[in-house]
């Protein structure tokens, strides 16, 4: 192969085919390249500035590079393997365009430096991206909250029916699991918008750069504080690949009660048809393949914030090549992180819930115990001991094959004699959600100020 024209003068051969094969990355890299051409305008722009390059040069250069985005948006852009980099196809093809002015993009600059802004504008571009997505995931589980105040569900803990909540509390929990995700990501952001560009290839530059105002011109709010830590860094990417891997999670345990409520045994929802599939031999089936497809998702995004981890794990100062394997993991990130919150969107909007299996399931599992041991604690029994009586009354209600608002006056009245009617009041679902109005209980006041604070998040985000 012939010599590279961006570093060939030492050489007298090029890399054998296949080392060309293998270290080539513009098969993958070259979807940065809107952020690669900001990058590069900041930076010309800021040599003209300084008068590094004459305003006119500047000029010609930031326009060079207007035309080589509109041949890669056009896909008139010709990619060649030999040219390695989105970097250094879309250098070479801006001095075809231009002329030898293209040749003095790179001074002061390394590719060091540039990939690393470059790859921070991605990384930032797409984690706002999945904060929109985020706020229309929880804008549809809020509006389907809002409309199943009243709908009722057994709350289960050990996967046991516990005590009834309402839908909203429940759909909420998931709102809430989001909005840290977005909060998280904002975090995560101040730190991706760090400048590296000045850092050169390790050590500074000697041309009189001002790397903050290239950092301003791109929207980023901050410079690197040591050049070598500026172009080895890759905590940002990990923190990216943590956030993408906790709204995995988030997404996956939504998906398992989908999934779970979905199956006729519960009946708690019906899968829209326009997000379910069928069985190519059993006629009856409606699969929940969507949410099993996204749950599995969650194991491919753990496993690249495993990769980018152990890429970096015992690399010396200051760029290695290594570095060059975050992208592929990050991009595969970033259309599973968008596609799976686009799809969970357009799902829980759809979905269909079933309040009257909801209803029938509160009646069974004993989910008014507590409601019962409250009430013998009203009455000054110890707690302890009410929990004992209640117990009791359990085994009694379920040896006859009854509820506990089932039994008699008489029956409970053996187990504590001061029980009086008023008892099965407090036995009824609706009473028990209406009576836990602890801050961020499932009563309806405090499920009221959740749709508040949810609302006044939506509205900020
Ligand atoms: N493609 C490289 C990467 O993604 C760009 C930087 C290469 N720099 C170098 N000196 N080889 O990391």
């Not at 393997?81 to 002015?101: F, K, P, W």
């Not at 589980?141 to 509390?169: F, R, Y």
Request: net charge negative; glycine share 8%.
């Amino acid at each position: 192969m012939g010599t590279n024209q961006s570093w060939g003068g030492r050489f007298s051969q090029g890399p054998a085919q296949m080392v060309a094969d293998y270290t080539d990355s513009q098969t993958y890299d070259r979807h940065l390249y809107a952020q690669d051409i900001r990058a590069s305008q900041a930076h010309a722009r800021m040599l003209g500035r300084q008068g590094i390059l004459s305003m006119a040069e500047a000029a010609e250069l930031v326009n060079g590079l207007e035309r080589v985005r509109q041949e890669i948006e056009d896909g008139t852009f010709v990619w060649k393997r030999e040219l390695e980099d989105v970097h250094m196809n879309i250098e070479a093809r801006l001095t075809e365009l231009i002329g030898d002015t293209g040749k003095k993009l790179h001074t002061g600059r390394s590719r060091n430096d540039q990939v690393g802004l470059t790859f921070r504008l991605f990384v930032a571009d797409a984690l706002k991206d999945w904060q929109k997505h985020l706020s229309e995931l929880v804008e549809a589980l809020s509006k389907q909250a809002q409309a199943h105040k009243e709908t009722l569900l057994p709350g289960l803990t050990h996967l046991q029916p516990a005590q009834p909540v309402s839908l909203a509390h429940h759909l909420l929990a998931y709102c809430w699991m989001l909005i840290r995700d977005s909060d998280r990501i904002a975090d995560c952001l101040s730190r991706v918008a760090i400048s590296p560009l000045g850092a050169a290839a390790l050590a500074g530059t000697t041309y009189p750069l001002d790397p903050l105002s290239v950092a301003y011109d791109v929207g980023f709010q901050a410079i690197y504080d040591n050049s070598l830590d500026a172009v080895s860094d890759r905590d940002f990417v990990v923190e990216a690949q943590s956030c993408a891997s906790l709204i995995m999670v988030h997404l996956s345990r939504l998906c398992e009660e989908l999934i779970l409520f979905a199956n006729p045994n519960f009946g708690y929802l019906r899968l829209p048809d326009n997000y379910s599939t069928g069985s190519s031999i059993m006629p009856q089936k409606k699969n929940p393949d969507v949410c099993e497809l996204m749950r599995g998702k969650s194991g491919r995004i753990f496993g690249h914030l495993m990769g980018i981890l152990t890429v970096l794990k015992g690399l010396p100062l200051a760029y290695n090549r290594d570095l060059q394997e975050d992208k592929e993991g990050f991009l595969d990130t970033h259309t599973t992180i968008t596609s799976s919150l686009a799809v969970m969107a357009g799902l829980i909007r759809e979905l269909i819930f079933v309040p009257e299996r909801m209803a029938q399931a509160c009646k069974s599992g004993f989910l008014n115990a507590t409601e019962l041991a409250d009430y013998l604690v009203g009455l000054g029994h110890p707690f302890r001991e009410a929990h004992h009586i209640t117990g009791k009354a359990v085994a009694m209600a379920e040896a006859n094959g009854l509820r506990l608002e089932e039994l008699s006056i008489k029956q409970l009245q053996s187990l504590s004699a001061d029980i009086t009617e008023s008892v099965y009041e407090i036995l009824d679902p609706a009473r028990a959600v209406s009576r836990r109005e602890t801050p961020g209980g499932t009563g309806p006041k405090s499920v009221e100020t959740q749709l508040g604070k949810v609302r006044q998040w939506l509205a900020r985000n």
